[in-house]
């Protein structure tokens, strides 16, 4: 226990300072590229930044240099395309290999490219993911606490929706990974509510209703927290709030937990 803990702290260490890792690529809000937590200026929008964001979406994976190809040269002659992603694999090693104390960056192996993850190359998406996975680990055990840390950890590195759609495949991971960024923070709250922690459940509901103004499980939680902050008034005023938010959004009424939750705080806001 004691050796699964410590690795625990490691990994979350790794993933949560950008110091710890001698190259990170990023790509949850802007893209940047990190040499020991200092941002490397390359072109915005350029191949480089194509290239780099599409191993990164295949991190752990092998990815065809014919696909490679296809992605950041598109409309290219298919030899002339081959040339040029050596080209670019190769000033890539240039600029990033003396961070790696040599290594490459990117491996080149039988026709496949991959990011070189045993040197220490980190992306955010992939920190995100493990630090969620994590969590839910630690909530099927019981662990709330740590659980709720995992969350927290991950939602500080989500800086926006992912910020590359090359592909179906890349439109498909944003998507993903915004639904689960909106389940992290719903899981935060309710964790903060339940343990009395009402303005950390206010701020963290309010995040969600600013991504997704109609998750009524937010709308709850800080009708709630109103409530048991003593602000009975206030948590009457924002169901009516949250009445307009779906009847303008999507024009339908609220839920019937929502209202039932409604009628609570008028009759017996002392049971809540």
Not at 3 to 9: I, P
Not at 62 to 69: D, G, I, K, N, T
Not at 91 to 109: A, F, Q, R, T, Y
Request: glycine share 6%; aromatic share 6%.
């Amino acid at each position: 226990m004691m050796q699964e803990q410590t690795t625990k702290q490691a990994i979350d260490s790794r993933f949560t300072d950008e110091a710890c890792a001698p190259i990170q690529i990023c790509m949850l809000g802007n893209f940047r590229l990190l040499r020991a937590g200092h941002a490397i200026a390359i072109r915005s929008g350029g191949k480089t930044e194509a290239f780099l964001c599409h191993l990164g979406l295949q991190y752990g994976r092998r990815v065809p240099s014919e696909q490679l190809q296809e992605v950041v040269w598109p409309s290219s002659d298919p030899a002339l395309a081959h040339n040029s992603l050596n080209t670019l694999a190769y000033n890539v090693h240039k600029l990033l290999g003396p961070s790696l104390n040599g290594v490459p960056l990117v491996l080149h192996e039988d026709g496949y490219y991959r990011l070189n993850s045993e040197a220490g190359v980190i992306v955010d998406v992939v920190c995100f993911d493990t630090l969620a996975r994590a969590g839910d680990q630690h909530l099927q055990h019981g662990d709330s606490l740590t659980a709720a840390q995992s969350y927290t950890h991950a939602i500080g590195l989500y800086r926006g929706d992912l910020c590359v759609a090359l592909d179906m495949h890349a439109v498909v991971e944003r998507e993903r990974l915004r639904v689960r960024y909106l389940s992290l923070l719903s899981r935060v709250a309710s964790y903060a509510f339940s343990v009395g922690n009402y303005p950390e459940c206010l701020d963290y509901a309010w995040r969600l209703l600013r991504q997704d103004p109609c998750r009524e499980d937010a709308h709850r939680l800080i009708m709630q927290c109103h409530v048991r902050s003593g602000e009975r008034t206030a948590a009457l005023r924002h169901y009516h709030h949250c009445e307009a938010v779906l009847r303008g959004e999507l024009g339908v009424v609220p839920e019937r937990a929502t209202t039932a939750l409604f009628e609570q705080i008028q009759h017996d806001p002392e049971s809540i």
